[in-house]
């Protein structure tokens, strides 16, 4: 049985922590596979399957200069996850100001 494409699914890629601290260091910039590298306990094979990854979901963007690969964070894709997680915002909320009243009248 063939492994399913983590990159068919944004829920599937952003749920591992590695690429989601990834994602996180890319928010201060553009950045090369070595430095993005540094604070992990990993190959750098490693940490680039998981930017093949990344890209593939359209989160990160890569360029060539030289012989550098520099990637950069492409957060539109996480729109998805956020139109997602505001369904349940308003939800909690409604709960939220159920429990101020309760706690009110007591």
Same mark, same amino acid.
């Given at each position: 049985?063939?492994?399913?494409?983590?990159?068919?699914?944004?829920?599937? +890629?952003?749920?591992?922590?590695?690429? #989601?601290?990834? &994602?996180? %260091? *890319?928010?201060?910039?553009?950045?090369?596979?070595?430095?993005?590298?540094?604070?992990?306990?990993?190959?750098?094979?490693?940490?680039?399957?998981?930017?093949?990854?990344?890209?593939?979901?359209?989160? +990160?963007?890569?360029?060539?200069?030289? #012989?550098?690969? &520099?990637? %950069? *964070?492409?957060?539109?894709?996480?729109?998805?996850?956020?139109?997602?997680?505001?369904?349940?915002?308003?939800?909690?909320?409604?709960?939220?100001?159920?429990?101020?009243?309760?706690?009110?009248?007591?």
């Amino acid at each position: 049985m063939s492994r399913p494409c983590a990159s068919a699914d944004i829920f599937q +890629v952003i749920a591992d922590p590695t690429r #989601r601290a990834l &994602l996180d %260091r *890319l928010r201060t910039g553009e950045q090369a596979v070595k430095q993005l590298a540094e604070p992990f306990a990993m190959s750098l094979p490693a940490i680039s399957q998981h930017l093949q990854i990344l890209c593939e979901a359209g989160l +990160v963007q890569m360029r060539k200069s030289g #012989r550098k690969r &520099l990637y %950069r *964070l492409n957060p539109e894709p996480l729109k998805q996850v956020s139109d997602w997680i505001s369904c349940y915002e308003q939800f909690w909320q409604n709960k939220l100001d159920a429990l101020g009243n309760y706690l009110e009248e007591d």
